[in-house]
């Protein structure tokens, strides 16, 4: 691995386990960094990365938010494969917008969020339309939604106890990920297909008359080998899916689906 000395800040060379490397993506070609090590802050480290850069976040929590800027790059936690390391690499913004965003169209697929826990701000992360990939994160405690109008895939991500949606307007495929006990609707308007999924203990909190509060509504895709039970007034609503090999139970309407097909 080759390290791009920074504009700003050297870059030190020590402490590149090889288990760091393997965690690298496949197709990973560019230079690796590390925050703090090689810059004090993530928002520091994305200014000065190349496309196709890797950045490898220490476990601490970086009380800032962070925008991609439209830069293909992968930002990661130190081993995302590992729930200890994902609950202590926390990016919170205190409560200063968007904890993670994305600037639309000019990330592709190769842009990258893994492993991390994004809380304390007004929404987890706004995708702007991207089709970058958040897997393995927790997004946790935000005032709003947790993910919004992200087109690319949310996978291995346990979306929780966020004020608003859980996920919101995310057309990409949401597989293997957790979304519950968020205080209104687990998953608005998400027309990719959802699989393996838990989406259990939404709508907390209900709209005076409760037209919008569901575990799932308006999803139209593919719906399929997933738990969904829990939720208030009505598991899933007016979702114009096709739905297969799912456990639905116990929404607060007796069957837990309206409008249903």
């Known amino acids: 691995i080759i390290l791009r000395r920074s504009r700003l800040f050297p870059v030190h060379r020590a402490g590149l386990a090889l288990s760091v490397c393997c965690l690298l993506p496949k197709t990973s070609v560019g230079d690796l960094i590390r925050v703090p090590d090689d810059f004090p802050t993530i928002g520091i480290a994305i200014f000065e990365a190349a496309p196709l850069d890797t950045i490898i976040v220490a476990p601490g929590t970086y009380y800032e938010a962070i925008n991609f800027s439209g830069k293909i790059i992968r930002i990661q936690s130190e081993n995302p494969n590992d729930p200890n ?3 202590n690499t926390i990016n919170d913004a205190s409560g200063l917008g968007t904890v993670v965003s994305f600037s639309g169209t000019k990330e592709g697929e190769n842009a990258w969020l893994y492993g991390f826990t ?3 701000g007004t929404t987890g992360s706004n995708g702007h339309g991207s089709s970058a990939e958040v897997e393995n994160c927790v997004v946790r405690d935000n005032s709003a939604s947790g993910i919004s109008n992200l087109h690319g895939p949310i996978s291995g991500c346990e979306i ?5 949606n859980g996920l919101s307007n995310c057309d990409g495929v949401i597989s293997f990920s957790v979304v519950r006990d968020n205080a209104r609707i687990g998953l608005s ?8 999924c838990e989406i259990v203990g939404n709508a907390k909190v209900r709209t005076s008359s409760g037209d919008t509060s569901a575990g799932l509504w308006r999803c139209d895709a593919i719906i399929k080998d997933s738990l969904i039970a829990g ?3 009505a598991n899933l609503k007016e979702c114009d899916a096709r739905i297969s090999n799912c456990l639905i139970y116990n929404a607060r309407r007796s069957l837990g689906l309206e409008y249903g097909n």
Do not use: E, K, L, Q
């Open 85 to 87: 390391v994902v609950a």
């Open 118 to 120: 994004v809380t304390g």
């Open 160 to 164: 929780r106890n966020n004020g608003g």
């Open 189 to 196: 308007d998400c027309d990719g297909t959802i699989t393996g």
């Open 231 to 233: 939720n208030d007034y």
